[in-house]
């Protein structure tokens, strides 16, 4: 246990060792609804590095995860080889590039198999969710943050990033019911109104086929 923390919080684990804390209280922010995991998808590209078509921050806590393993055992390693000076520190920087090699690899090896988890990508065209029914699934919504799930006309459900009216005095919790009202193109979000379901008239009846005959014996 002695030689977990020491190696934890030595060079270059303790790097990733930070940033693995930052990761936990991120998603623990998510889980309770006070931080949105798509938070920084407009602010990083991560389709240069080929870690695209998931959110930012899935790509990023897997490459922080990944990393801070490789580092951590590179800081075993480097303490049990008893090294000194120059060659320690030759060492250390070495784990420290395989770290983020390896985090860098190993992620661009899961996307692909994290992507059919996150249908919240737009669809083929955003406008086909416009006026369709939604349902709050994070904590809350407001005007800075808030995710529904939406069904596309294809019969497909999809994760998408909505915001709450200004104007609207209607407290969205998870499972409330909405309105995708408008989308803003600046923000990649839909904006979300108020909605009754008890005000929904449902599916139209469906008409007779004005060709089809009636069997002999029967009425129509």
Known sequence: MQEFQTATLSFPALLFSAALVVVIAFWLLVLAGAADHHAFDADLDTDLAGIGGVPVTVSVSVMVAVGWFTALTGSVLLHRSHATGTVRAALAFGFLAGALLAAWAVTRLLVPRFRRF??????????????????????????????????????????????????????????????LSAYDEAGAFFWVSPYDRALDPGPPPVQPHPHRRTPPGRTA
């Open 118 to 179: 996150f249908a919240d990508q737009p669809p083929s065209s955003r406008q086909d969710l416009l006026g369709r029914v939604c349902t709050i699934r994070t904590g809350s919504a407001g005007t800075d943050f808030g995710q529904a799930e939406v069904a596309a006309p294809d019969g497909t459900t999809a994760l998408v990033r909505v915001r709450q009216l200004p104007c609207s005095a209607v407290e969205f919790t998870a499972g409330s019911p909405g309105l």
